[in-house]
């Protein structure tokens, strides 16, 4: 005969098993949770890192060479700086600059995407206005091009027609009057009610869609005066005045660059400058030309202040950083560089 076994045994072994179930069970679970979130974390440290080194990559490339401005003098005889910058950047101006990493020749696998744009560019709202009598400047003024509340409406109609809100200039007008000083950065503008469309499009990134146009792409306020640098006008600027010609997202033709890098003189007017460089490298006539833009053009080769979009990626994670560079001139420096680029200030998007 079998002995008997007690009945508290079964219970025991019962509890204990389901316990050991138990205990596999949160275990797994939290593997099952850890091990992404863990691999989500790595990836997104990494990418940040990348994303910052697409900024260090975009001060080395605006630094440039005192060599190559020397060479480049010595080719065209003057203004060497000057189509040595341009020479640089009008190929990358507005567009996607890619590079792919390898973790056997740099440590990580991953990609960096860089797409700067000039500042100068830009329409520097704080120049036109007059914060301390709350009005637009040269409202006076019977020339449409010197009348800054002209300018700024006109261009805000031609804008609206992109975003489909045809009361933007009514609204920044209105905003302009409650501020008591000058605003610090372009994105306060998105507080304007009619802004509302801009808030799905704040700063510009390369984009097939030739319609599309940012805020912070159209407005600055780091630019030294009224005046755009009419040689790197921003992508936004450059649609809404009717550039229909170019693709941000295609390469730009050498040889138009070669033909606008040889035509830059700083004597010539801008009747002269825009026939020369403005009609083929922006597709618009001379005569099409708004008229609110042309009191605004400075056709003098000096950029300084520059932003820098970064996208860092590793696996499935993104991180974007945007950075506001100003470029000085260092003669005094020892090296090779000729600038001197100093962050004013950074974005996390």
């Known amino acids: 005969m079998r002995a008997a ?4 045994m079964i219970l025991l072994t019962l509890m204990i098993a389901a316990a050991a179930v138990a205990a596999v069970t949160y275990v797994a679970r939290k593997a099952t949770v850890y091990v992404p979130l863990a691999t989500a974390t790595i990836e997104k440290e990494k990418a940040v890192q990348l994303a910052f080194s697409g900024i260090q990559v975009a001060l080395s490339q605006l630094a440039g060479k005192k060599s190559d401005q020397e060479d480049k003098g010595k080719k065209t005889n003057n203004n060497a700086a000057e189509k040595q910058t ?18 056997k020749t740099d440590g990580i696998d991953g990609y960096i995407d860089i797409c700067i744009t000039s500042e100068d560019g830009k329409f520097n709202i ?48 209105e905003f302009l009057k409650k501020q008591d000083a000058p605003i610090v950065d ?8 009619e802004f509302a469309p801009f808030k799905s499009a704040v700063f510009y990134e390369p984009s097939t869609n030739k319609k599309r ?3 912070a792409d159209i407005f600055t306020v780091w630019s030294a005066g009224v005046e755009m640098n009419a040689w790197l006008l921003s992508p936004s600027i450059q649609r809404i005045i009717g550039n229909k010609q170019t693709d941000f997202e295609e390469e730009m033709d050498e040889a138009l ?39 605004v053009l400075d056709i003098k080769f000096g950029p300084r202040v520059f932003s820098v979009l970064s996208y860092g990626m590793v696996g499935k994670t993104t991180q974007k950083l945007l950075a506001i560079v100003t470029l000085k001139e260092d003669p005094s420096s020892a090296n090779d560089v000729a600038y001197s680029v100093v962050i004013k200030k950074l974005y996390w998007l």
């Open 5 to 8: 076994v007690p009945g508290y």
């Open 86 to 103: 341009l020479s640089f950047l009008l190929p990358v101006l507005g567009r996607w600059q890619s590079f792919e990493l390898k973790e």
């Open 126 to 173: 704080n120049a036109v206005y007059d914060f301390k009598e709350k009005k637009f400047k040269g409202e006076q003024e019977a020339n449409e091009e010197k009348n800054y509340r002209k300018v700024v409406e006109n261009l805000l109609t031609a804008a609206g027609a992109f975003v489909g809100e045809q009361r933007l200039f009514a609204g920044l007008e």
């Open 186 to 193: 372009s994105t306060q503008l998105l507080s304007i009610k």
């Open 213 to 215: 146009i940012a805020l």
């Open 257 to 295: 660059v070669e033909k606008t890098v040889n035509a830059y003189d700083p004597k010539l007017n801008l009747t002269q400058a825009w026939e020369k460089i403005g009609a083929p490298l922006y597709g618009i006539p001379l005569a099409s030309l708004p008229t609110y833009v042309k009191g």
